[in-house]
DNA sequence: AGCTTATAGTTTGACATCAAACTAAATGCC
DNA sequence: GGCATTTAGTTTGATGTCAAACTATAAGCT
């Protein structure tokens, strides 16, 4: 047993050299779980990348998004917020408080909660991003189309809110 | 400055307690990559409760499934069909292959590389798993409709596959 | 007031992931 | 045949994430 297929190689010409990818996907083609992670982690990569250029993680624009929309903001409401645990939220905040992009104080009325502010290098920083950040929506609208983008948000926002 | 609104603590009543999560999401209510993610996240943490009802990791599912659909598939194949790196992989196929579900033996004609394949175990568990993926789709599906499903897929599918 | 329970944030430990450096085998070129 | 380049897989180090345990404040109850 030696040959082009059977249990052993797969998909290698006659003389042994590895032939294109036509992978067979099963039910993973037409799965919506499958697809909605691979969408996500090509968008995701993409943004990455265009985020490096301007020295920024990719991670922070949510975060200083979120802070500016809503001054004031609590640690907690803000991971909710952002779709993550509280405690993946700290070293985030204490390193955006080191560069001085965010400014943190304990509440007046609960000691126990610090409420969260841009500072003006923040906003300057967060002005900058969102330019970056608009490049790659535009690009992903193209993808979508005019047409089906509202559709397809409304999809999203349904599944992120009802699922069990 | 002391009050209900201004820099400081904010969306409290008046005698302190926080109130709801009226929360502003700014740009972000509408951007695609923000609701991708959020979608994707929702899906995936209810997929990962399932899974551990059957006692199995959620990422094992999509890399049994392509195993068993591509017999003799390679790591570097594999890792790409399913959107990792290789070296993610090195850890799973050797987890896999501990517990007696994947073989996996040099390929004759090329010995860098591995032949991957599932055993009768491999094959049982991958029919448990898919058994409780289904479940998982059924309730997707359910939140999409009948009627926007194949339309949200081919989106998804154009994101994964055209983005830059 | 004093006790119990809930909440805000941090710490810790486990884990998945990527990217870059590395090893071994294969291919291409002369 | 012999050397340079490419490729398959592993190792290593950095990061980001969650969940559970923990500390401190706050709120509720009697």
């Given at each position: 047993?030696?040959?082009?297929?059977g249990?052993?190689?797969?998909?290698?010409?006659?003389?042994?050299?590895a032939i294109g990818?036509?992978?067979?996907?099963?039910?993973l083609?037409?799965w919506v779980?499958?697809?909605?992670?691979m969408?996500?982690?090509?968008?995701?990569?993409?943004?990455?990348?265009?985020s490096?250029?301007?020295?920024?993680?990719?991670?922070?624009?949510?975060?200083l998004t979120?802070?500016?929309?809503?001054?004031?903001?609590?640690?907690t409401?803000?991971?909710?917020a952002?779709?993550?645990?509280?405690?993946?939220l700290?070293?985030?905040v204490?390193?955006?408080?080191?560069r001085?992009?965010?400014?943190?104080?304990r509440?007046?009325n609960?000691?126990?909660?610090?409420?969260?502010?841009?500072?003006?290098a923040?906003k300057?920083?967060?002005?900058n991003?969102?330019?970056?950040?608009r490049?790659?929506?535009?690009?992903?609208?193209?993808?979508i189309?005019?047409?089906?983008?509202k559709?397809?948000?409304?999809?999203?926002?349904?599944?992120?809110?009802?699922?069990?």
């Open positions: 047993m030696h040959g082009t297929s249990t052993g190689g797969r998909r290698r010409g006659r003389n042994g050299e990818l036509p992978i067979n996907f099963g039910p083609a037409y779980g499958f697809n909605l992670r969408a996500q982690e090509a968008a995701f990569q993409a943004f990455s990348h265009r490096q250029e301007i020295g920024e993680s990719p991670g922070r624009f949510a975060t979120l802070i500016a929309r809503n001054p004031g903001i609590s640690q409401e803000l991971s909710l952002n779709g993550r645990d509280k405690s993946s700290t070293p985030v204490e390193d955006l408080v080191r001085g992009l965010v400014e943190r104080r509440m007046d609960d000691r126990r909660a610090y409420s969260l502010n841009l500072t003006p923040g300057k920083v967060l002005t991003m969102t330019r970056c950040a490049r790659h929506e535009r690009n992903l609208d193209q993808l189309g005019e047409r089906d983008r559709k397809f948000i409304r999809i999203l926002k349904k599944i992120a809110a009802e699922i069990e």
